[in-house]
């Protein structure tokens, strides 16, 4: 057989990838809109229409029938393997009253799909989720209209199913004969005709995922698997230290190699491109080995980072700050708490494809955000934002802002030194590992007084980089910064409450008569940092959750006790109440076995999102300090659970990455550069890490709002680790991760 | 010119006999399924079965495994007819992103077909080469307890058909 | 009748010589007593200190087990032996043995039943320990969480099996006594000796034995076995490529990897674990004694080594097709090097930006020994990091690569970074690793 025999033709690729959106009005506002300058993890938005509907309010922007009866629907936001697609689907069969496989779902694509910012903190349900709803909902209202129109019978006499609006008397018309162009061209309004909860049909089943068959049979299921014709395969060099220049290469040797199409060197950015892949990394490695460099960061004294951070000048908010008069006596507690530089570690490198035609630029790419995206290569190219298209594919799960974006900036310099040719682009292990943007390193110094077993004072300090360097600007992608004519990074910026950056999550939801809360922002970046699953809120929840054990025990009272005791809101104390009974906290904390502890650890994401609460049992071994997580058990309140196994998956990947970071993950560097360049040097959880089990209970609520699920298992998880640490060792650690020889040094022999 | 059987078929291919069989298998022979995750053996992304044992298909000389049979993903099943071990991870969901599982599924069937009774604890052991960066071990263990059960049956059904007549 | 007398008189003769024998081997039981209820916490923290330096984990608790509870199997000639439970158990552990009968099992060999020890267990070195060294590690181990656990029996070759014989073998082999300083050396040195003979036993696996076991004194540090692995001498002999000095010894033995050597592989990653959990001055001393016993390198040594290591950092990647890539062997062995570029150059070779861990093999001792046994369990099993054993540095080729496949390769290897002979039959050593380690898996299963 023959190789190219098997290439797929440009064509179904680009149809495949989600550009098959032929013959449908323009929906202006909704492509028209510029991307966000100063994105925070989502767009501004300005009131009226529920989600995304605000800022795409056409609903033949998110729902498409053509005249066969083929429904397209579409969203901004992307597949990350959170299971989104399958979620977005089911929501709209359930409204548009179809099957879920009658419904094609386009994701992310500046030509076809709704601007919707960036895909992250677990705003897809919210943002999309919410839209589509709406939109199918009064999608199916027009049609059901118009039908009544034809059948000249009352529109509450009509019944929907099955594509089809029907009349009492058995006549029955297809959406697709009532669709004319302008039909669902239409504004959407404030209230939607939703189906009562209690008819739903596809909504709240866990039914199978859309993307899995063809990710388990070996498909052409990512971004790393795309083929196009003529296809050519770049990679970068990248310089020993961040801070390097490039000051020679041997160019004339690595030519001569076979399949060498081009060496591009542009001031510090050196990339190599040749025809096959294999051929391009053998060019890459002599090429890295004949480059010299200049120069070098000045990273800080790995020993000493808290410290430095501390002394770099910070910009200090008080985010919430409400003082009673304490009276006199009671008890006072501080605590500062630490978390190390930490990283995405996706484990396919990023990876994209870029092609430059004529005026046009396509880019393939994963990126969370295609808009931020196409912005910042416009401005990168010098090319207007119309002439680029960035189609979203799946990558490798990405967790936040990892190379995505960097890459596709590769893809692209290599594409316009090559025009005409798909240039793809796949980092190495070790350049993953050792120039995505980190997530920031962070100190949190608590303080509370306690008076009579309750907290009457409570404070919050957090220092902390910013969460987000994402793109927007060209200055946002790395090898930006290496050009001859370097764009220089966009200037840090904190991200605004409610959703916060390095502060969020860090006002309790707990009831705190007297209360203070500081976001302490570093603007000055040691390392390059950026948002990573739960951005402030793994360490703050981390922070407020041991530190509240802390107060339990100087209180005298049980963990779980201590938490209601402070806890008003009704569906928080419903998921902490529930994940402490099927825990058995109750029956089994009272007979710990020695060496094995429980902890608790609770938040609501961002105090907007969805609920968590998990109870974990630990064990540590006294003589090598290890942590094994016994079981961990977790209930959760995403609102209206659209996907009940979907959110079960998330929350439980969630629980085993964050007790990844908690335990194991510290990205190490010496005066110069990261030396975390593999699995190596940056060990992660395994399956002998693996609990014997882990148990997710889905508190549904039908009808209530969607609440992002994705990210809120990373900080309740650490905390309930570190707690069940403590209770299992006597002695608290406060400085993540929990590794054994930490562990091992803090409870001795 | 180096002769490689994978899935059963013989594929003639003119690379450099130290070009690792990942390279191979994605470039030349379109075969999606393994990954490059490291490039370096610690990720267990790129697993293939050479000769019924799981390999690191990154780090083996395309030359070392001409004359050997090579098993990818592929050659479980295909979307239509899913084989066991698909079929398996399907049913108990058992991916987020998938990246990590098409590498993981070879090794369990390589487990598999070696000792059809694996227990629970040769699953998470024989797994323990692998990562997942998406927490989806709890499910991937799951899903190989399944594809464990149903290859019995399948095999206890096939001794059945043979032993009647 | 006299032929029966004559048979009679020898059996009578044997009889009393054997009675006599079993009088002479009989040691005596010690009482059953109740360990102290505490200890000083300084003087268990000392002992766990001794205890990283003295190894005991590596055969008393086996991989992934809790805490010296035995049952590890030790390969020896005579048949398999298993580390035994040294947790506080009343029944299956040491939980009722007196500091007397520790002392007494760690000076003579014999345990708290009057039962004779295999010398496996090191006490021809902790015969040297001085008492306060014992008290301490007497004091951490009755400190250990007790675990209820019964090593399996041992599963020794006739007559090994059977114990009043080891009595014997101490007669002809065992001299008890301390350690007494050499008064021409420094203090520091002598601590250094006396913690590599007493407690660390790098001669027991570092020094050559003799066809029963014993380790042959004079040869000492020149070089032994451990399971199925060579242990270099670590004398003048010292086969390491850049010669070793005190501080690369210490980087080693601390953090089990250094510069211009590479990372301890085999049972040397035990030790070099369990070394960084000793007190970093005693790891000091220890690698700068080891290091006056390597004594000072010719300049002859120096020189080759500073080639080798400019050499090293020069090097090109391997895998890139250009001639000026690929050593001379390449052409004669083009198997074992188009392994070696798409199998090993990724990680050993230069021109990786992100400062890989492999070593370049021209400063491997591995492939410098005599034999290729190191280098082939290497290739077999990979190297876990050192710091974090489950994180793997280097992955195992046993399933990947046939066995003919590693034979080519390493054959490659040999003659591209050693200036040593090529290896002698590496099929027939790579086939002994392979049934020692069949018979160690039918050994680990239940
Ligand atoms: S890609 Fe082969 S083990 Fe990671
Ligand atoms: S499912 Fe994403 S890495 Fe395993």
């Not at chain 1, 190495?428 to 050792?434: I, K, N, V």
């Not at chain 2, 989806?136 to 307890?145: D, F, L």
């Not at chain 3, 050593?327 to 990680?347: D, E, F, K, N, S």
């Amino acid at each position: 057989m023959t190789a190219t025999s098997t290439f797929l033709s440009r064509r179904t690729v680009i149809a495949g990838t989600g550009a098959l959106v032929v013959g449908f009005s323009v929906a202006r506002r909704a492509f028209a809109q510029q991307e966000p300058q100063n994105v925070g993890e989502e767009p501004r938005r300005p009131v009226a229409l529920p989600g995304s509907l605000k800022d795409a309010p056409l609903i033949d922007s998110w729902i498409r029938i053509e005249a066969t009866g083929a429904i397209t629907v579409m969203t901004g936001k992307a597949e990350l393997g959170q299971g989104i697609k399958t979620a977005l689907i089911q929501i709209a069969a359930e409204q548009l009253d179809v099957a879920p496989h009658a419904i094609t779902l386009v994701t992310a694509d500046t030509a076809s799909t709704p601007n919707e910012g960036y895909t992250a903190g677990s705003h897809s349900m919210q943002d999309s989720g919410t839209a589509i709803l709406n939109a199918a909902a009064q999608a199916r209202a027009i049609l059901v209209n118009a039908a009544a129109a034809r059948f000249a019978l009352a529109a509450g006499e009509l019944k929907t199913g099955d594509g089809k609006v029907a009349a009492p008397d058995g006549r029955a018309i297809g959406y697709g004969e009532l669709v004319s162009t302008e039909l669902l061209h239409v504004e959407a309004t404030p209230a939607s005709p939703l189906k009562d909860t209690s008819r739903r049909l596809v909504m709240g089943r866990s039914i199978e995922r859309v993307d899995i068959p063809v990710k388990v049979t070996g498909g052409a299921a990512y971004v790393h698997d795309l083929r196009l014709p003529d296809m050519v395969h770049g990679r970068v060099v990248r310089p020993p230290s961040p801070g390097a220049r490039l000051k020679a290469i041997d160019e004339a040797r690595v030519r001569r190699l076979p399949g060498v199409l081009a060496v591009v060197r542009n001031g510090s950015f050196l990339a190599v491109v040749a025809a096959r892949e294999y051929q391009c990394v053998q060019a890459m490695r002599l090429l890295a080995a004949t480059a010299t460099w200049d120069g070098h960061s000045d990273l800080p004294e790995s020993g000493k980072l808290y410290e430095t951070l501390l002394a770099l000048p910070s910009r200090d908010n008080d985010i919430l700050h409400r003082s009673v008069a304490l009276p006199p006596g009671g008890r006072t507690l501080e605590a500062t708490y630490h978390r190390p530089y930490q990283m995405h570690g996706s484990i396919g490198p990023s990876c994209a494809v870029a092609l430059r035609e004529a005026d046009a630029l396509t880019v393939w790419t994963h990126s969370q955000g295609v808009y931020p995206l196409r912005g910042a290569l416009s401005e990168l190219t010098g090319l207007g934002a119309e002439q680029i298209r960035c189609i979203h594919m799946e990558g490798s799960g990405c967790y936040g802002h990892n190379g995505a974006d960097d890459v596709a900036a590769d893809a692209v310099l290599l594409a316009i030194a090559l025009p005409g040719r798909p240039v793809r682009v796949q980092w190495m292990r070790e350049d993953e590992h050792r120039f995505e943007p980190y997530g920031p390193a962070m100190i949190a110094r608590l303080g509370a007084a306690l008076q009579d077993g309750r907290i009457a004072d409570w404070h919050h300090d957090v220092w902390s980089n910013t969460h987000s360097t994402r793109p927007g600007k060209a200055g946002d992608l790395l090898s930006a910064l290496y050009l001859q004519a370097p764009f220089p990074p966009s200037p840090p910026r904190p991200l605004p409450q409610p959703d916060g950056g390095g502060d969020r999550n860090a006002i309790p939801l707990y009831v705190l008569p007297s209360v203070r809360v500081t976001n302490r922002f570093i603007p000055q970046m040691p390392l390059r940092v950026s948002a990573l699953r739960g951005l402030g809120a793994y360490m703050n929840v981390f922070a407020i959750e041991s530190f509240m054990d802390e107060l339990a025990a100087a209180a005298g009272a049980d963990p779980v006790a201590f938490r209601l005791a402070h806890l008003e809101d009704a569906r928080g104390r419903d998921v902490v109440t529930e994940a402490a009974r099927r825990f058995g906290w109750q029956a089994t904390h009272a007979q710990r076995r020695p060496g094995f502890g429980h902890g608790f650890g609770f938040a609501r994401y961002k105090n907007l999102g969805a609920y968590a609460a998990i109870a974990v049992e630990a064990e540590v071994a006294r003589e090598s300090g290890r942590v094994r997580i016994v079981r961990a058990v977790a209930a959760v309140d995403s609102g209206e659970a659209v996907n009940p196994d979907g959110i079960r998956n998330q929350i439980e990947g969630g629980m085993l990455q964050s007790a990844s970071w908690t335990l194991f993950e510290e990205v190490r560097f010496d005066r110069t550069h990261v030396t975390s360049a593999s699995w190596a040097s940056y060990p992660i959880l395994r399956f002998s890490d693996l609990p014997e089990r882990i148990e997710v209970h889905v508190i549904d609520r039908p009808g209530e709002p969607f609440l992002g699920t994705g990210e809120a298992a990373q900080g309740p998880m650490a905390a309930a680790i570190a707690n069940a640490v403590a209770d299992a060792s006597g002695v608290r650690i406060r400085d993540l991760p929990l590794h054994k020889e930490r562990v091992k040094a803090a409870i001795g022999v | 010119m180096i002769t490689l059987t994978v899935n059963g078929n013989d594929h003639t291919v003119d690379v450099d006999p130290a070009t690792p069989l990942l390279y191979v298998l994605r470039e030349d022979l379109a075969l999606h399924g393994a990954k490059f995750g490291c490039g370096l053996g610690q990720c267990g992304s790129c697993t293939v079965m050479v000769d019924g044992r799981a390999v690191f298909s990154c780090l083996l000389p395309a030359a070392a495994a001409a004359g050997r049979q090579v098993k990818t993903v592929e050659g479980l099943g295909t979307i239509d007819e899913p084989g066991p071990m698909q079929q398996a991870f399907m049913a108990e969901q058992a991916a987020q992103c998938g990246y990590c599982i098409p590498g993981m599924m070879m090794r369990a069937q390589a487990l598999l077909e070696a000792k059809p009774a694996a227990t629970e604890a040769d699953i998470r052991a024989a797994l323990e080469p692998h990562l997942c960066r998406c927490g989806t071990q709890a499910r991937i263990v799951r899903a190989v307890m399944r594809a464990a059960q149903a290859m019995r049956l399948v095999d206890a059904v096939g001794r059945r058909a043979e032993a009647s007549p | 009748m006299r032929l029966i007398k004559v048979i009679g008189g020898l059996v009578a003769v044997v009889l009393v010589a054997a009675v006599g024998f079993l009088v002479f081997a009989h040691r005596s039981e010690i009482a059953a007593a109740d360990p102290p209820a505490s200890f000083d916490r300084e003087l268990v923290a000392r002992g766990a200190r001794l205890a990283a330096i003295g190894n005991c984990r590596s055969c008393h608790t086996v991989a992934g087990g809790l805490a010296y509870a035995g049952g590890v199997p030790i390969p020896t000639a005579f048949g398999t032996i298993h580390g035994t439970n040294i947790t506080p158990d009343r029944d299956t552990g040491i939980g009722a043995w007196s500091q007397e009968a520790f002392v007494r099992s760690m000076r003579e060999g014999v345990d708290r039943a009057g039962n004779h020890l295999y010398p496996a267990f090191p006490y021809d070195h902790f015969t040297k320990l001085e008492d306060g060294d014992l008290a301490a590690l007497y004091a951490y181990l009755m400190t250990r969480p007790a675990v209820r656990a019964t090593a399996p029996t041992n599963d020794l070759a006739f007559p090994a099996g059977f114990r009043p014989l080891l009595a014997g073998w101490k007669l002809l082999f065992f001299q008890p006594g301390r350690f007494e300083d050499d008064p021409r050396s420094s203090p520091e040195l002598n601590r250094g000796a006396y913690l590599a003979d007493a407690l660390a036993h790098c001669g027991a696996c570092h020094t050559p034995r003799n066809g029963l076991g014993a380790q042959q004194g004079r040869h000492e540090f020149a070089g032994g076995v451990s399971a199925s692995w060579a242990a270099p001498a670590i004398d003048e002999s010292n086969p390491a490529p850049v010669p070793w000095t005190s501080e690369s010894l210490h980087a080693y033995l601390r953090h089990g990897r250094a510069e211009h050597h590479g990372v301890a592989a085999g049972p040397m990653q035990d030790v070099t674990r369990n070394l960084a959990e000793a007190e970093d001055d005693d790891v000091r001393v220890l690698a700068a004694y080891v290091a006056t016993r390597m004594g000072a390198p010719s300049q002859e040594r120096e020189e080759r080594a500073k080639g080798l290591i400019a050499t090293a950092a020069e090097r090109l990647p391997f895998n890139v097709p250009v001639p000026e890539t690929m050593g001379a062997a390449a052409a004669r062995l083009p198997a074992g090097a188009a392994l070696y570029a798409g199998a090993c150059a990724v990680c050993h070779d230069a021109g990786r930006t992100g400062g890989m861990d492999g070593i370049d093999l021209a400063l491997a001792t591995g492939v410098q020994l005599a034999s290729a046994r190191n280098f082939l369990n290497v290739v077999l099993d990979g190297i876990h990091s050192p710091r974090h054993p489950s994180a793997v540095l280097m992955p195992g080729f046993a399933g990947a690569l046939t066995d003919e496949q590693i034979v080519e390769l390493a054959a490659y290897v040999r003659a591209t970074y050693s200036n040593q002979p090529p290896w002698p039959d590496i099929a027939a050593t790579l086939r002994d690793i392979r049934l020692n380690r069949i018979a160690a898996n039918a050994e680990a299963r239940p």
